[in-house]
């Protein structure tokens, strides 16, 4: 795996990014993050439940589509709080953000956990700033019950380090691409026109090997259809949808007669046939490219979904 490097000149940053560099940068963090990592890698060794809070199910991460329920609820309540609302109000809502909090909390973890460092140093932080915002919120809910005057400035001050946490969180997911589908682009800037990736003959038989379609780094692999005493070609990209890990690295296995290739960096395994995910941390299918031979020439194209050009 590839160390981050920093590619920006610190005297240029903006007004937020140099507290968030220094988080991203923080190796002091590393020893917690490790160990959170290891006990939620122990927690989640049930693939079943590992796969159902990454999304795989849903075919996107599971974390920030519950994160709307739990920070919309939260920051509500905050708000209602802030601009002097009924406390009735404020209080259900709160319930509803702390019962979301959980399993919001659970997803967020097990991303965490298949992440680079540097996206496990921020996604720490962006833990901590949650955990205290909720005990401010179980704060504000205790100092109600007992009638005490306390329960509107803890509810405010849990949505400050709500809303802190989510600014976190969108610096994890907008410019850490944590979560994002890391092979997006492939739809767009493969090519649409065949393009030659090299004769059959000099590609190893069941093992994949990298080559260059356009400026696709590609996963091909020659594969021997033993039942029908063939073989077969298949294109896809190289890069994991998860983290750009090179796919072509990856250990092929086969299951039911259906050969599949899992990731060497977190283990997210692919069906070979069709990219489709068989387990995460990936929750987006790798691409694929339509292949033909002509005279000994293996020649791929990229296969676009409808409605989708190359550029
Ligand atoms: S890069 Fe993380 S599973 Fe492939």
């Not at 540097?118 to 504000?140: D, I, K, P, S």
Request: charged share 25%; with cysteine; net charge positive.
């Amino acid at each position: 795996m590839f160390e981050r490097r920093d590619a920006v000149d610190p005297r240029g940053m903006r007004l937020t990014e140099k507290p968030i560099r220094r988080i991203e940068r923080a190796v002091r963090l590393d020893g917690v993050a490790g160990s959170a990592r290891d006990l939620v890698h122990r927690l989640l060794r049930r693939r079943r439940l590992k796969d159902a809070l990454h999304g795989v199910w849903l075919g996107h991460p599971l974390h920030p589509a519950l994160a709307q329920l739990a920070l919309g609820s939260l920051l509500s309540a905050s708000l209602i709080d802030l601009c002097g609302g009924r406390r009735r109000d404020s209080s259900r809502l709160i319930v509803v953000g702390l019962l979301a909090t959980g399993p919001t909390a659970a997803a967020g973890w097990a991303d965490f956990a298949d992440g680079h460092e540097e996206q496990q140093r921020v996604g720490l932080v962006h833990a901590a700033l949650n955990a205290t915002a909720v005990g401010c919120y179980v704060g504000a809910l205790g100092a109600r019950a007992r009638r005490s005057g306390r329960g509107r400035g803890r509810s405010v001050a849990g949505g400050v380090l709500a809303g802190t946490a989510a600014a976190l969180g969108g610096h994890l997911s907008f410019r850490m691409a944590s979560g994002a589908n890391h092979a997006e682009e492939v739809q767009h800037i493969g090519p649409e026109n065949w393009q030659p990736v090299g004769p059959v003959a000099e590609l190893p038989l069941d093992q994949p090997v990298r080559r260059l379609i356009g400026e696709v780094p590609a996963f091909v692999l020659r594969r021997s259809v033993r039942d029908e005493g063939g073989e077969t070609m298949v294109v896809l990209s190289d890069r994991c949808p998860h983290l750009s890990a090179p796919l072509h690295e990856g250990e092929l296995s086969s299951v039911d007669c259906q050969p599949q290739v899992t990731c060497p960096w977190h283990g997210s395994v692919f069906r070979v046939s069709d990219g489709e995910v068989v387990h995460g941390p990936a929750t987006a299918p790798v691409p694929r490219f339509d292949t033909r031979v002509r005279n000994g020439l293996l020649e791929a194209k990229v296969r676009t979904l409808p409605g989708v050009s190359a550029s």
